[in-house]
């Protein structure tokens, strides 16, 4: 054999390698598993291309080499080494083909191998048995963008001069791979960057193996460089997927497992294992398995309710939930949310159970105070001693509290649907025919503008009988303040209103009582007024008589008592005229008055008794005094009244020191008018003013009960103040007139 | 007519004068006061008068005013009141009121009532006198003649009344004598009533010594 011939199955072993590569790069399948045999049938079927044969043993050989000597992942290999096989088929099935056709020319083959190895996309070199490059692949090459002379070893140095094209943080450990190969002959493998002519650093396969002569002394070595940075960069994000995956695992708020079909724990969340201080391998089937972690965890209340729901839904392989407590690793025990379901395989058997389990302690006790928080406001709505009613924005009834029920007789149910409205039907039913218009114009105006409502009105009970109740209702709002509900409260106030009318009533009889205690007081005044002068009229006439009667008769002095009796008649006939005066004016409507005068009055009705009694009054009046509307006689009254009350005050004080002063002045927009006297004072000054409170033995105890009423009846107020040194001030107000227009 | 004198307490101006003139018209002087402490001030002259009051007084109801001089020699009063009741008038007329007028009153009543005022005070007056002329007598007998007239007075016989003195029964006789002459009565029985008005107590019965005897 010619040095030719003996190189070809060198060149065959070469290039079924490189195509090999190519295909698995290509395909990744493992179609190489069947270069063998396809090797084999090639040689007995097409006998002439024994060089081809020769090729497919040689793939045969590199599989069975890189499986073999395969150090790390073995698929990974072998997957490799069958793509190399299923490669060299390929091309030799073709070679073959050629080889069968019989154009004998044998020699081309060699020139085809470089041919094609050459248009791989792959790299392949050959080295001698030092390392030396005696062979670069075109392709490689260009890559590079370097002479192969750039590769050689570098002179005066142990080191090669691609060293300049593998990446700085890969070179030490390929160099030290690649010299261990050489020094021992060990295939050659290893996975670095090689810089691109434009710089680019990329990922390559390098994977070189000995060729050996006869004696096993090595020949060369031959390899292929294979780029790899798209599969690397897929591991890359492959990993980092990967950790994504158990960062979330880790990350979710909740505690994932795993358990294998028969439900044996296999794994335990990162969470799921610091909460409960229990990792996965506490319960392998050796150590109890699932029924060793329930019981470990599962509160001994919940124990049987949990076991016996697992000990029917796994072996069943139905996904499960529960809600139990289970011990944390601080010994407390919380509420959990378990679930999982189980994955299945294709036919439907189990592979593993994924399930998830939550601490739901927190928003159970959450609910658990809303509910009792609800429970509590439902019992607030229906035990206060008030009808409630919730209506739509519409107005339609929507809900009825308990009482109301019960007083209507019926719910929000009860109507409708008979052409009415709701709200309308309920209306009709239940409001007094009398207040149900009312009642309806009130509702339509309330819903139309969003008013409050507020109302009294007769309210059928569930027996018929109509009662007083006071509903209000107002509007609950959204934030953008359109009315989403209308509330409203319903009071029963029958107790009240008739508490009300007793309350007038009973007024208008005290004030009946009142005007006949007044009335007899008047009388007695009035007699005593009157019979004064009548009684001097009386003694004069009798005296004038007798001066006229008298021998000579005494003219001078019966002119003198004449004069006198039309005097005193002239003042009977005053107080008579001013009493009915008093009395007309009486039913007079309210005009404006001269304060000031009203006083002088008040003092001349009292300044009778006055004098009887020894009381002084002064009267201090301002002189810009505006008028008060006012009834004459009623402000009469009250000023008679406290004067009155005043002089009773002092019946123990001595004669010299009873006085009372009046004053009068403007104050704002009323008169202000105070009566002070120099009693005791007043022990009780809030009370003074309730009827039947009395200081004095004889008293009704109404006057300033009375005086109070008519004062406010004005407008104005009445109240006491302390006065200066002893006694009591008694003050009261009452609002100026308008002035006249100019 | 300065012997019948009528003082009129009333507050009011009008019915003092009245009163006044028509006093003064049926030949009386009345002298007014506005108040019972003017009255009381005054300087009131002692003679036989009539004090007409007003119940309703500016210083003191009249009714208390009349309990409040009861004790002193005082005119007899007639009232006068504006507002007139039965158990004010009852108390005034037991209290000694000559009498209770309402106004108006009748002027011929309220004459009437003066005039029995002053005819009341009068004799009052002149019994007060008669009582002073005894007393003075009495007090001119000696002190033996003070012993003998109650003895005598009592009844008991000359001898008794000699042995309860330890005289002797002629002594006690002129005794006697000058007691009825100094006393001014002409009778035994005259001397009796008359130590009924001095009030001389009877000291010794007959009766009684005789049971002794």
Redesign the interface.
């Known amino acids: 054999m010619s040095a030719n011939t003996q190189r070809r199955p060198a060149m065959l072993a070469l290039l079924s390698l490189l195509v090999a590569a190519g295909i698995w790069l290509a395909t990744g399948t493992a179609f190489g598993l069947l270069a063998p045999l396809s090797a084999a049938t090639l040689w007995l079927s097409a006998g002439a291309s024994r060089l081809a044969a020769l090729g497919f043993a040689a793939a045969a050989a590199a599989l069975a080499l890189v499986a073999g000597l395969g150090e790390g992942d073995y698929a990974d290999l072998a997957r490799e080494g069958a793509a190399v096989c299923a490669a060299a088929f390929s091309i030799s099935a073709a070679a073959a083909a050629a080889a069968a056709a019989g154009d004998g020319r044998a020699s081309a083959a060699p020139a085809d191998a470089v041919k094609i190895i050459e248009s791989m996309p792959a790299h392949a070199w050959s080295a001698d048995p030092d390392g030396r490059f005696v062979y670069v692949s075109p392709g490689a090459l260009a890559y590079l963008g370097a002479p192969a002379a750039d590769l050689a070893p570098l002179p005066d140095s142990d080191e090669f001069g691609w060293k300049a094209v593998v990446h700085p943080d890969d070179y030490a450990r390929v160099i030290a791979a690649w010299r261990a190969s050489l020094a021992t002959g060990a295939p050659y493998d290893a996975e670095h960057r090689l810089r691109r002519h434009d710089g680019v650093y990329r990922w390559f396969r390098n994977a070189g193996r000995a060729e050996r002569d006869a004696q096993g002394r090595i020949v060369g070595w031959h390899g292929t460089t294979i780029d790899i940075d798209d599969r690397k960069r897929a591991e890359a994000a492959l990993i980092e997927r990967e950790h994504e995956l158990s960062q979330l695992v880790d990350m979710v708020p909740g505690f994932l497992f795993r358990l294998a079909p028969d439900g044996e724990p296999l794994f335990f969340s990162r969470r799921m294992v610091e909460y409960f201080d229990t990792p996965a391998e506490d319960f392998t089937a050796a150590r109890g398995g699932l029924s060793a972690s329930v019981a470990a965890h599962v509160h001994p209340d919940d124990l049987e309710r949990v076991v016996a729901l697992l000990r029917r839904t796994i072996p069943a392989g139905e996904p499960f939930a529960s809600t139990h407590r289970m011990r944390r690793a601080d010994g407390t025990h919380r509420w959990m949310a378990v679930s999982a379901e189980p994955l299945r395989d294709d036919d439907g058997a189990i592979l593993q159970w994924y399930g998830i389990c939550h601490d739901i302690d927190d928003r159970l006790r959450v609910e658990e105070a809303l509910r009792e928080r609800e429970r509590f406001l439902w019992q607030l709505v229906d035990t206060l001693p008030a009808m409630v009613v919730c209506a739509a924005p519409d107005g339609e009834p929507i809900y009825r509290s308990e009482q109301l029920r019960a007083y209507l007789g019926y719910g929000v149910e009860a109507f409708g649907g008979d052409g009415r409205t709701r709200l309308d039907a309920t209306l009709e039913q239940a409001i007094h025919p009398d207040d149900l218009a009312a009642v309806k114009a009130d509702y339509a105006r309330s819903l139309a503008t969003g008013a409050p409502y507020r109302r009294k009105h007769r309210l059928r009970r569930v027996d018929g009988v109509y009662r007083w109740v006071e509903s209000r209702a107002a509007p609950m709002r959204d934030a953008g303040g359109a009315i989403v509900q209308w509330n409203l409260i319903c009071l029963d106030v029958e107790g009240e209103a008739q508490a009300q009318q007793a309350l007038r009533e009973a007024q208008e009889r005290l004030a009946r009582a009142s005007q006949a205690a007044s009335l007899a007081e008047l009388s007695a005044s009035i007699a005593h007024e009157v019979s004064q002068p009548l009684a001097a009229v009386a003694a004069n006439s009798q005296a004038c008589h007798r001066w006229l009667s008298a021998d000579p008769p005494n003219l001078e002095r019966a002119k003198l008592t004449a004069e006198r009796i039309t005097r005193d008649a002239r003042s009977a006939a005053e107080v008579v005229s001013r009493i009915r005066a008093l009395f007309s004016q009486s039913t007079e409507a309210r005009g404006g008055h001269d304060v000031a005068c009203v006083i002088a009055e008040a003092q001349e009705l009292i300044a009778e008794e006055a004098l009887r009694r020894g009381v002084r009054i002064g009267l201090v009046i301002a002189g810009d005094l505006p008028r008060a509307v006012m009834d004459r006689v009623q402000v009469q009254q009250v000023l008679v009244n406290l004067i009155r009350n005043g002089m009773d005050a002092m019946d123990d004080a001595p004669p010299g020191d009873r006085a009372i002063r009046i004053a009068a002045r403007a104050e704002d927009d009323a008169v202000r008018v105070e009566v002070s006297d120099r009693g005791k004072g007043i022990a009780a000054p809030e009370r003074i003013f309730e009827p039947f409170f009395t200081t004095k033995e004889k008293g009704m105890g109404m006057g300033l009960a009375i005086c109070r009423s008519i004062v406010e009846s004005h407008g104005g107020r009445l109240w006491t103040e302390a006065g200066e040194g002893q006694g009591a001030v008694f003050v009261f107000t009452l609002p100026a007139a308008a002035q006249a227009a100019a | 007519m300065t012997g019948r004198l009528v003082f009129v307490v009333d507050?009011?101006a009008?019915?003092r004068?009245?009163?006044e003139?028509?006093l003064?018209?049926?030949g009386m002087r009345a002298i007014g006061f506005a108040s019972a402490g003017d009255y009381l001030g005054a300087d009131r002259p002692d003679v036989p008068a009539c004090l007409i009051l007003d119940v309703?007084?500016?210083?003191i109801n009249g009714l208390a005013f009349q309990r409040r001089i009861a004790a002193e020699e005082h005119p007899p009063i007639v009232f006068?009141t504006?507002?007139g009741d039965i158990p004010s008038s009852v108390r005034a007329m037991r209290e000694g009121a000559v009498d209770f007028l309402?106004?108006?009153?009748?002027?011929?009543d309220?004459i009437a009532a003066v005039e029995t005022a002053l005819a009341q005070d009068r004799a009052r007056r002149a019994a007060r006198a008669d009582r002073a002329a005894l007393r003075a007598r009495y007090e001119a007998l000696t002190p033996r003649e003070k012993e003998v007239l109650p003895l005598v007075v009592s009844g008991l016989l000359n001898k008794q009344a000699a042995a309860e003195l330890g005289i002797s029964e002629v002594t006690l006789q002129i005794h006697r004598r000058n007691v009825m002459r100094k006393m001014s009565v002409a009778s035994l029985a005259d001397l009796v009533r008359v130590a009924e008005r001095l009030e001389i107590p009877v000291s010794h019965s007959r009766r009684r010594k005789e049971d002794e005897a």
Do not use: C, N, Q
């Open positions: 507050d009011d009008r019915i004068e009245a009163l003139e028509l003064a018209s049926h309703e007084l500016p210083d006068l504006g507002h309402t106004k108006p009153f009748e002027a011929v309220l």
